[in-house]
C-alpha cells in the first residue's frame, strides 16, 4: 500500500441528551417501550407546528465554541424533503447553508504524541428520525411481511459535525473520534455512547498518489456503531480502493454500507441514484439570531476542555521526581484519570507514584473508587497487603460494594509478618531446593527470588516478601 | 323569514344573551333550522356536530344562569373551515387522503373559541388542501353560492363563506393563503377578514402554503369581525411564528371614530383589464363615499404587484410540496392495501388520494425546489417577494389603508372555469399580494353587479394595522348601509 495516501473526512451525529425533543415536549430518553414518547409535533400530524428546543440550541453553541467555530448571527433551518417511513413528516427539518456554527478546528492528540490540528467545516442542528424494524420469520430484511415504527426516537436534537478532509489514516480518524467524545462529555451535552446511536459517524474517505494533490473518487461509509468498527472499515474501504486503482479499475462515487460481520463495505447507492433533497428554508420556524452577550456568556462559562486538561495536568504528571513513564503519563491523561491520580497522591503522600499510577492506570472506575484505592494504598505501604493482592481487592470492591477490611479478612490476606511463621516455611522451602540452595551460595546471588517466591506460595500469597527474603538471606549466610 | 335569530350579529345576540333576552339554545335551534331549511341546496359543510352544539349550548345557559359574566363568542353558533384540525372531529381537508381522519388535538385558533364558550356547528367545505377559488377542487362535491345556487361561492373556504352568507351559522373561521377568505367572503357578499400573518395561530392549521397561511374570519358585519378576531388573535407558544399581541388586541374600541383624516391610495393596478365593469363602478362608488366622509384618497402604485401571482404560484406550491409529503398512508389516513413494499405503498396512497390541482401543485414545487431549478423559480420568487413587501412599505409611507377590488369578477357558474386553471388563478391577483407581504386586508359587501351578485372591495393596511383597517372597514359599511340578503332566503 505504499506511494498512496489516504484522505478521510468525518460526518458525527450527536443525540443531545436534553430533557425534551428539539421541537416538542416529548421526553428525550432511551429504550422506552415504543411509541411511548409522541405526540401530534413529532407525529408529524397535520396541523402540527415544531417550536425549537431553546436548552437543545444552547447546547450546539456550547458545542461549536468548545470547537472554536464561529457562532452564526444570523443562521437558518431548512427542509430536507425524502420519503422514508421512518420520517413523520417526509422532511427532516435540518440545516443547509446557513448552518448555526460555522468552521472551527479540532486538536486531535495522535498515537504518536503528535498533536494534529483537523478542521472543523460546520456544526448544525437537526432532527433525529424513528426507527423502523422489519418483521419477517427469516429475519431477513428482503423477506419482511411488514416494518414496525417507533417514533420515539423522531424529532430527538440531532447535531452534526463536519470535518474537513483533514485526516490521513484510520488510526488519525479514530483518534479525532475520540477527542470529539471527549469534549462532548467535559461539555455534558450527550451520552455520547455509540453503542445506543447517542453517537453515529459516518466516513468519507478517498486515496490518492502519495504527493498529489487532487482528491480522489470520494466513497461515503456508513453503520459503524463503534470507533473500532470506523477503524475496521476505514483500513477496508482504503485498501479495497487502493487494489481497485493499482488494478486499473476506476472508482465510483457512492455511499457503501459496513457489515460489522463480513467486516467489509458494500454498495448501497451511487451518486446518480443520490436523492435531490429539495431544500428550502424552513417556513415554520424563525431565524435563529443568539444575542452576541449571550454568546459570550457561554463562552465564558465553558468547562476546562479535555486538550487544555491534558497539557496542564501532563505538566504536574512529567515532573522528574514522580518518576512516571511517558506511556503512564499518556494512559493517565485519558478521561479523568490523571485528576484522580493527584487527588490520590496528594491524600497518599508517603505512597510511590508508579505504585500509584499502577493502581489508578487500570481502573476505569478510578475518579469514584479514589476513597478506595488510597484505602488500599495504605495498607500495601505498610506491608500489610501485597500490592497484587491490593489490586484483587479492589475488583471485589468493585463487585460487591463491601469494604476493604472486610474482604480481605474473609479471605486472610493480611501479609504475615511473623518471624517465626514465616521462618518455619523458609527452612522447608531451603529443605525442599537443595540445587538452588547450593547455586546461591556458589554466589549467585538472584536466585534467592526463586526461593522468595516459594515461600509467598507456600505461604498461600500472604507472606511479607521482603520479611521472607530476610528471613531466607539470614539463614543461608549462616 | 324576517328577525330570526340566526341572521343577527353575534354583536346584538350577545347584548342579548347578556341581559337573558335569549338563550344560547334559542340560537343553536334557530341556526340549526336554518341548516335544515337550506344546507341541501348549500352543501356548505362536510360535517355537521349538532348534538355537540345542543349540548354546549345547554352548558352555556346553566352557566349563565348562575350569573357568570360572558366572553363575546360564548353562545355564538360558528362553523370551522375543514383544514382547522378540531379534536375527535373528522378533518378531512376536502380530501380523499384525509377522509376518515380523525385529528387528536385542536387547533389554536379553535381552542381558543372554544375555552370561551364558542358553539361549533360543524366543518365546512373547502377546495382540496384549501388549493383552489371556487371549493370545486372539493373530494366532496362543490359549495353553491346562497346568491345563485349554479354559481361558485369562490373558494378555498367556500363552505364558510356560503354559510355565513345564508345564516346556517353566525360567524366562521377560514384559511387565507393567497385570498382564500377574502375572494369568498367577497363572492358570498360577506365580510372577510385576513389578518397580519402570524397575528393568530396556525397550530392546527393544516398547512398548505406555512409562509403565506393564515386564519381568517367570516362574518356578516364589520364588528363582528372585530371581535371574532380578538378571540382568536395573539402569540402561542405552539406556533414560533406567531406574534406578540402587539397594539394590543381590543379592535372594537376603534371602531367608531371614522376615517376623517385617514390616507386612502387607491391601488391604480386594480382597475385594468380583466376587472368587471360591475366590480370597477361598485368599488369606484365604495371610494367616493369614502372620500364624502372626509377620507384623503389618491392614487398609489404597487409595480410589482402584476408579478405576484407568479411568485405565489412558485412558492406555495413549493411549500406544499414538502407540506403534503406527510399523507403517505403511514401512520393516518387513506391506505391504499396490497402494495409489495412501503416506498409502493406511499405512492399508491398519494396517487389514489389527492385529486387533480393538488397534483399538479406539488408537481409544480416540486419542480421548483429541484436542484438546478431552485434559483431560477423559488429563489427568484423570494426575491419579488421581497420587492412587493417594499412596494407596501413605500405605500403605506404616506397612506393608512390602501383599496383595490376584492377580485376582479362576481361569482363565476359552476365548472366554468374548472379546465382552466390559469383563469381560477386570475381569481386572486388582488388578494395575493397581501399574502406575500403578511399584512393585514379586510372585505367588505359595497354593492351588487348587474346579475345581482354581491361585490366586495377590499381594504388592506400595514402589518398589524388590524384596528385601522377594521376602522376604515367599519366607516365605509355604516355608510353604505346595504341590506344584502341573498335570494335564498328571501324567497
Given amino acids: ?478 | 323569514m324576517t328577525a330570526e335569530l340566526c341572521d343577527a350579529g353575534a354583536w346584538e345576540l350577545g347584548a342579548k344573551l347578556d341581559i337573558g333576552e335569549i338563550t344560547a339554545a334559542e340560537v343553536i335551534e334557530s341556526c340549526l333550522a336554518r341548516v335544515e331549511e337550506v344546507e341541501e341546496r348549500v352543501r356548505a359543510f362536510l360535517t355537521l356536530t349538532p348534538e355537540v352544539a345542543r349540548e354546549r349550548a345547554a352548558e352555556l345557559d346553566v352557566h349563565r344562569a348562575s350569573g357568570a359574566p360572558r366572553s363575546p363568542v360564548a353562545g355564538i353558533p360558528l362553523a370551522l373551515k375543514d383544514v382547522l384540525a378540531t379534536k375527535g372531529i373528522r378533518t378531512t381537508c376536502g380530501s380523499q387522503i384525509l377522509e376518515e381522519y380523525v385529528p387528536p388535538y385542536d387547533a389554536t385558533a379553535w381552542a381558543r373559541l372554544s375555552g370561551e364558550g364558542g358553539v361549533l356547528v360543524g366543518k365546512t367545505n373547502c377546495d382540496e388542501f384549501a388549493m383552489g377559488s371556487s371549493t370545486e377542487n372539493s373530494a366532496f362535491g362543490p359549495v353553491h353560492n346562497p346568491w345563485d345556487l349554479s354559481r361558485v361561492p369562490g373558494g378555498s373556504s367556500g363552505g364558510s363563506a356560503a354559510a355565513v352568507a345564508a345564516g346556517e351559522v353566525v360567524w366562521a373561521l377560514g384559511t387565507d393563503t393567497g385570498g382564500s377568505v377574502r375572494q369568498p367572503a367577497a363572492l358570498c357578499g360577506v365580510v372577510g377578514m385576513k389578518p397580519t400573518y402570524g397575528l393568530v395561530s396556525r397550530y392546527g392549521l393544516i398547512a398548505f402554503a406555512s409562509s403565506l397561511d393564515t386564519v381568517g374570519t367570516f362574518t356578516r358585519g364589520v364588528r363582528d369581525a372585530a371581535l371574532l378576531l380578538g378571540a382568536i388573535a395573539g402569540k402561542d407558544p405552539r406556533d414560533a411564528t406567531s406574534l406578540d399581541d402587539g397594539p394590543g388586541r381590543d379592535y372594537v374600541g376603534t371602531l367608531e371614530k371614522g376615517v376623517d383624516g385617514m390616507r386612502f391610495g387607491v391601488v391604480q393596478e386594480a382597475f385594468g383589464e380583466g376587472v368587471e365593469p360591475g366590480v370597477r363602478d361598485a368599488v369606484r362608488a365604495a371610494v367616493e363615499r369614502i372620500s364624502a366622509m372626509g377620507g384623503r384618497v389618491d392614487e398609489v402604485s404597487l409595480p410589482h404587484a402584476d408579478y405576484g401571482l407568479s411568485a405565489y404560484y412558485l412558492i406555495a406550491p413549493s411549500e406544499a410540496s414538502s407540506n403534503l409529503a406527510r399523507y403517505d398512508g403511514v401512520r393516518y389516513g387513506l391506505r391504499v392495501p396490497d402494495a409489495s413494499d412501503s416506498i409502493e405503498m406511499m405512492a399508491r396512497t398519494r396517487g389514489a388520494g389527492f385529486g387533480a390541482e393538488v397534483k399538479r401543485r406539488v408537481m409544480l414545487g416540486t419542480y421548483a425546489l429541484s436542484a438546478g431549478y431552485y434559483e431560477a423559480y423559488y429563489g427568484q420568487a423570494q426575491k419579488v417577494r421581497t420587492l412587493i413587501i417594499r412596494d407596501y412599505e413605500r405605500a403605506f409611507a404616506d397612506h393608512d389603508v390602501l383599496i383595490s377590488p376584492t377580485s376582479p369578477t362576481t361569482a363565476f357558474t359552476i365548472g366554468e372555469r374548472a379546465d382552466d386553471p390559469m383563469a381560477m388563478y386570475l381569481s386572486d391577483v388582488f388578494t395575493i399580494p397581501a399574502n406575500l407581504a403578511g399584512v393585514p386586508a379586510i372585505t367588505i359587501p359595497c354593492g351588487l353587479d348587474a346579475n345581482r351578485l354581491p361585490v366586495g372591495v377590499q381594504l388592506t393596511g400595514p402589518v398589524l394595522a388590524e384596528a385601522t383597517v377594521l376602522r376604515a372597514a367599519h366607516a365605509l359599511e355604516a355608510d353604505l348601509a346595504l341590506a344584502l340578503r341573498p335570494p335564498l332566503l328571501a324567497a
Fill in chain 1, 1 to 478: 500500500m505504499a506511494g498512496w495516501e489516504t484522505v478521510i473526512g468525518l460526518e458525527c451525529h450527536v443525540e443531545l441528551s436534553t430533557r425534551t425533543k428539539m421541537f416538542c415536549g416529548c421526553r428525550n430518553e432511551f429504550g422506552a417501550p415504543p411509541n411511548t414518547n409522541v405526540c401530534p409535533v413529532c407525529l408529524g400530524q397535520p396541523g402540527s407546528l415544531p417550536v425549537p428546543n431553546e436548552e437543545a440550541i444552547r447546547r450546539i453553541v456550547r458545542i461549536g465554541l468548545a470547537l472554536d467555530s464561529e457562532i452564526a448571527p444570523h443562521s437558518l433551518f431548512h427542509r430536507k424533503n425524502y420519503f422514508y417511513p421512518d420520517m413523520p413528516k417526509n422532511y427532516q427539518i435540518s440545516q443547509y447553508d446557513l448552518p448555526i456554527c460555522v468552521g472551527g478546528h479540532l486538536d486531535v492528540q495522535l498515537p504518536s504524541g503528535e498533536v494534529k490540528r483537523v478542521g472543523i467545516t460546520r456544526v448544525h442542528m437537526e432532527e433525529d428520525t424513528g426507527k423502523t424494524s422489519h418483521v419477517s420469520a427469516s429475519g431477513r430484511i428482503h423477506e419482511a411481511e411488514h416494518a414496525l415504527v417507533d417514533y420515539n426516537r423522531a424529532g430527538v436534537p440531532l447535531v452534526e459535525c463536519v470535518s474537513e478532509p483533514d485526516l490521513r489514516s484510520p488510526e488519525e480518524a479514530a483518534a479525532y473520534l475520540r477527542e470529539l467524545r471527549a469534549i462532548l462529555e467535559a461539555l455534558d451535552v450527550s451520552d455520547v455512547r455509540m453503542e445506543e446511536g447517542s453517537l453515529r459517524c459516518d466516513a468519507n474517505v478517498s486515496v490518492r498518489p502519495a504527493g498529489s494533490t487532487e482528491l480522489g473518487t470520494k466513497v461515503e461509509i456508513k453503520n459503524m456503531n463503534s470507533i473500532r468498527s470506523l477503524e475496521r472499515a476505514l483500513v477496508f474501504e482504503r485498501d479495497r480502493q487502493i487494489v481497485a486503482l493499482e488494478a486499473g479499475q476506476p472508482l465510483v462515487q457512492e455511499t457503501r454500507h459496513w457489515d460489522e460481520d463480513s467486516g467489509s463495505t458494500k454498495s448501497m447507492r451511487s451518486k446518480e441514484e443520490a436523492f435531490d433533497y429539495r431544500y428550502f428554508p424552513e417556513p415554520d420556524i424563525p431565524p435563529i439570531e443568539p444575542a452576541r452577550a449571550w454568546v459570550e456568556e457561554l463562552r465564558a462559562s465553558l468547562p476546562e476542555l479535555p486538550r487544555a486538561r491534558r497539557e496542564r495536568l501532563g505538566e504536574t504528571l512529567s515532573a522528574p521526581e514522580l518518576e512516571l513513564e511517558p506511556a503512564v503519563i499518556a494512559g493517565l491523561l485519558s478521561s479523568d484519570r490523571a485528576e484522580t491520580f493527584i487527588d490520590v497522591q496528594r491524600r497518599s503522600p508517603e505512597v510511590g507514584s508508579r505504585l500509584i499510577a499502577s493502581f489508578v492506570l487500570n481502573e476505569p472506575e478510578a475518579a469514584e473508587l479514589s476513597d478506595v484505592i488510597v484505602e488500599i494504598l495504605g495498607f500495601v505501604h505498610g506491608e500489610r497487603l501485597s500490592a497484587s493482592k491490593g489490586k484483587e481487592v479492589l475488583e471485589e470492591v468493585k463487585g460487591s460494594g463491601r469494604s476493604p477490611v472486610e474482604i480481605i479478612d474473609e479471605r486472610d490476606w493480611w501479609q504475615v509478618s511473623d518471624a517465626d511463621a514465616l521462618g518455619a516455611i523458609a527452612d522447608e522451602v531451603i529443605a525442599e531446593n537443595p540445587e538452588v540452595v547450593e547455586k546461591f551460595l556458589a554466589g549467585k546471588d538472584a536466585v534467592i527470588g526463586f526461593l522468595v517466591g516459594q515461600v509467598v506460595k507456600k505461604s498461600g500469597g500472604s507472606a511479607n516478601p521482603t520479611l521472607a527474603r530476610q528471613l531466607l538471606q539470614e539463614r543461608l549466610s549462616r
